[in-house]
């Protein structure tokens, strides 16, 4: 077991090397957390070892953090037979008892919330000012709303029959949100009293660990949560496993649309006289559209346009990667977007002056440097505010010493058939792009195989309700960007998935009537 002084990693990490006139002091986070060297699988409430182990890294340092396990099909069966067995008393107690637990779980997650936040930032690289502020507090709200939701469930859908439990749910979740997103999926399912067993991204598996080790801190029955760690493998030996009654899965269209094959082409054994089918719900990619019309409030829309793309390194499914921007205000706000961006701190995530972080894994550092290749290649123009030598990918990424980094950037001259305007990136990289009319501005932003979110800026209350009308967008932001609440359903179209999460909506998909 190893006891981490965040202090002594914060002075081997990158700092920008295009540093301005003055600087900030560091502000290193000076909590300790203690990482065991390995852990095991949570399986029916007790630690399972496994023979097969992966390294899990520090994005920022490189650094090995622990060895964490990895799950095959079997292992996956031994959860699956906890999680079935725990069903038929979870899902018999009162709601109030269920209730409870959840309240439980989210205390202790506020009580744990320091100690959880260095954590995010050391294994997934994200500034330690939003662990801190943004992923750890929201997970901990996640928890509480769906403790009220638990014993109020005959009333969430009026009209309708009293609503049931599914049964045991797969969920597997990407490595950008990774406490988050473990919130975002066990809370409603545990409150409309079903079971879990999640397994959490490769890169990012120790705070759905620590979050095992509050369930059974808070006593929650043995197999009503299970966490199994592993890569795309243990993912698949989820999603195919037969005794599975639903799966939840946050990640990317690829896989996704994988997954959506997987289960439709399934022949699910019967089992207790019941054959339904294997229930499923996808949270996929997106490239959003950002609107700024010109009578915006240009300030307030540049700092939208900088939350909207940059936050969390641009490792956000809805991020606003695509601007469009009323022609006559474009130059402003361009002009106004790079003064904005070169005052963004790029460095050490454990620092608390630090803005943006580091990038999840040498993977998405080499996808991210890709496409920055293929915009100027295609003859986008890359804008590096900051930076010495505005036309390349090293002016994104050269200047560190170690760990990955991309400096915040901006292609500007885009076309809509530009790789960087149609694919996701999820990486610091914005495209800016142009329009005339609102009828243009709608064009062009619905011109994508996605639709996860959008975001509209603009004084004019009746544009924006046209406009945000005619979104193809599960989620329309209106002056503001990337404001999330668990009481407010996220979700997709088109290739952005379907289902939604958070909410009455998102309790639907965890109850059959
Ligand atoms: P990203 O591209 O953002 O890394 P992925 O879709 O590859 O997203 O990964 C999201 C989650 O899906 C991770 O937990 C990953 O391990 C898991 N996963 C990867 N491949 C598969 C698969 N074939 N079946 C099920 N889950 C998978």
Same mark, same amino acid.
């Given at each position: #077991?190893? @006891?981490? !002084?965040?202090?002594?990693?914060?002075?081997?990490?990158?700092?920008?090397?295009?540093?301005?006139p003055w600087d900030y002091a560091p502000a290193p986070e000076s909590v300790k957390v203690t990482i065991q060297d390995r852990y095991g699988l949570y399986i029916g409430g007790k630690w399972v070892a496994t023979n097969a182990t992966f390294d899990t890294v520090n994005p920022a340092t490189e650094q090995s953090l622990s060895q964490v396990a990895?799950?095959?099909?079997?292992?996956?069966?031994?959860?699956?037979?906890?999680?079935?067995?725990?069903?038929?008393?979870?899902?018999?107690? /009162?709601?109030?008892?269920?209730?409870?637990?959840?309240?439980?779980?989210?205390?202790?997650?506020?009580?744990?919330?320091?100690?959880?936040?260095?954590?995010?930032? #050391?294994?997934?690289?994200?500034?330690?000012?939003?662990?801190?502020?943004?992923?750890?507090?929201?997970?901990?709200?996640?928890?509480?709303?769906?403790?009220?939701?638990? !014993?109020?469930?005959?009333?969430?859908?009026?009209?309708?029959?009293?609503?049931?439990?599914?049964?045991?749910?797969?969920?597997?979740?990407?490595?950008?949100?990774?406490?988050?997103?473990?919130?975002?999926?066990?809370? /409603?399912?545990?409150?409309?009293?079903?079971?879990?067993?999640?397994?959490?991204?490769? @890169?990012?598996?120790? @705070?759905?660990?620590?979050?095992?080790?509050?369930?059974?801190?808070?006593?929650?029955?043995?197999?009503?949560?299970?966490?199994?760690?592993?890569?795309?493998?243990?993912?698949?030996?989820?999603?195919?496993? /037969?005794?599975?009654?639903?799966?939840?899965?946050?990640?990317?269209?690829?896989?996704?649309?994988?997954?959506?094959?997987?289960?439709?082409?399934?022949?699910?054994?019967?089992?207790?006289?019941?054959?339904?089918?294997?229930?499923?719900?996808?949270?996929?990619?997106?490239?959003?559209?950002?609107?700024?019309?010109?009578?915006?409030?240009?300030?307030?829309?540049?700092?939208?346009?900088?939350?909207?793309?940059?936050?969390?390194?641009?490792? $956000?499914?809805?991020?606003?990667?695509?601007?469009?921007?009323?022609?006559?205000?474009?130059?402003?706000?361009?002009?106004?977007?790079?003064?904005? #961006?070169?005052?963004?701190?790029?460095?050490?995530?454990?620092?608390?002056?630090?803005? $943006?972080?580091?990038?999840?894994?040498?993977?998405?550092?080499?996808?991210?440097?890709?496409?920055?290749?293929?915009?100027?290649?295609?003859?986008?123009?890359?804008?590096?505010?900051?930076?010495?030598?505005?036309?390349?990918?090293?002016? $994104?990424?050269?200047?560190?010493?170690?760990?990955?980094?991309?400096?915040?950037?901006?292609?500007?001259?885009?076309?809509?058939?530009?790789?960087?305007?149609?694919?996701?990136?999820?990486?610091?990289?914005?495209?800016?792009?142009?329009?005339?009319? /609102?009828?243009?501005?709608?064009?062009?932003?619905?011109?994508?195989?996605?639709?996860?979110?959008?975001?509209?800026?603009?004084?004019?209350?009746?544009?924006?309700? !046209? #406009?945000?009308?005619?979104?193809?967008?599960?989620?329309?932001?209106?002056?503001?960007?990337?404001?999330?609440?668990? @009481?407010?359903?996220?979700?997709?179209?088109?290739?952005?998935?379907?289902?939604?999460?958070?909410?009455?909506?998102?309790?639907?998909?965890?109850?059959?009537?």
């Open positions: #077991m190893t @006891t981490v !002084d965040t202090k002594a990693s914060t002075r081997s990490a990158a700092a920008p090397s295009h540093a301005v990895q799950a095959d099909a079997s292992h996956v069966d031994q959860a699956v037979a906890a999680a079935r067995s725990a069903f038929p008393v979870w899902a018999a107690l /009162p709601g109030k008892e269920r209730g409870k637990y959840l309240f439980r779980i989210a205390r202790r997650i506020q009580e744990r919330a320091r100690e959880l936040a260095v954590l995010e930032t #050391m294994d997934g690289g994200k500034p330690i000012k939003e662990s801190r502020d943004i992923d750890i507090p929201l997970a901990a709200a996640h928890f509480f709303y769906h403790a009220g939701w638990a !014993d109020k469930l005959a009333y969430a859908f009026p009209g309708q029959a009293a609503p049931k439990p599914i049964g045991v749910c797969g969920q597997i979740i990407p490595w950008n949100f990774p406490l988050l997103m473990a919130a975002w999926k066990i809370a /409603p399912a545990l409150a409309c009293g079903n079971t879990v067993v999640l397994k959490p991204a490769e @890169t990012t598996s120790l @705070t759905a660990l620590r979050l095992a080790e509050i369930c059974d801190e808070i006593g929650l029955p043995p197999g009503v949560v299970n966490i199994v760690t592993g890569d795309g493998r243990t993912g698949e030996a989820i999603v195919n496993h /037969p005794y599975i009654d639903k799966i939840a899965f946050t990640g990317s269209t690829e896989i996704g649309k994988r997954i959506a094959r997987a289960v439709a082409e399934e022949q699910r054994p019967t089992q207790s006289g019941r054959t339904d089918a294997k229930r499923l719900t996808l949270e996929l990619g997106g490239k959003s559209p950002h609107i700024i019309f010109e009578d915006a409030s240009l300030d307030q829309a540049v700092e939208g346009i900088v939350q909207g793309i940059f936050f969390n390194q641009g490792h $956000v499914c809805c991020a606003g990667s695509r601007l469009f921007v009323q022609e006559s205000v474009l130059d402003e706000t361009l002009e106004r977007l790079n003064r904005r #961006m070169s005052t963004l701190r790029v460095g050490d995530p454990l620092d608390k002056n630090t803005d $943006v972080g580091a990038i999840n894994s040498k993977q998405q550092f080499d996808t991210i440097t890709r496409y920055i290749d293929a915009g100027i290649a295609e003859g986008a123009e890359l804008c590096v505010p900051g930076s010495d030598n505005p036309s390349t990918v090293s002016s $994104v990424t050269g200047g560190f010493d170690v760990g990955h980094f991309c400096r915040p950037c901006f292609f500007r001259n885009v076309q809509p058939s530009h790789r960087v305007a149609r694919e996701e990136i999820f990486g610091p990289v914005l495209a800016v792009l142009s329009f005339r009319t /609102p009828e243009e501005a709608i064009q062009r932003a619905n011109n994508t195989r996605f639709g996860l979110a959008a975001g509209i800026w603009t004084d004019k209350g009746s544009k924006i309700f !046209d #406009m945000a009308a005619r979104l193809e967008a599960g989620v329309v932001w209106l002056n503001t960007y990337n404001r999330f609440d668990p @009481t407010s359903p996220f979700g997709g179209y088109k290739e952005s998935g379907f289902g939604r999460e958070g909410g009455r909506h998102g309790l639907r998909a965890y109850v059959t009537t």
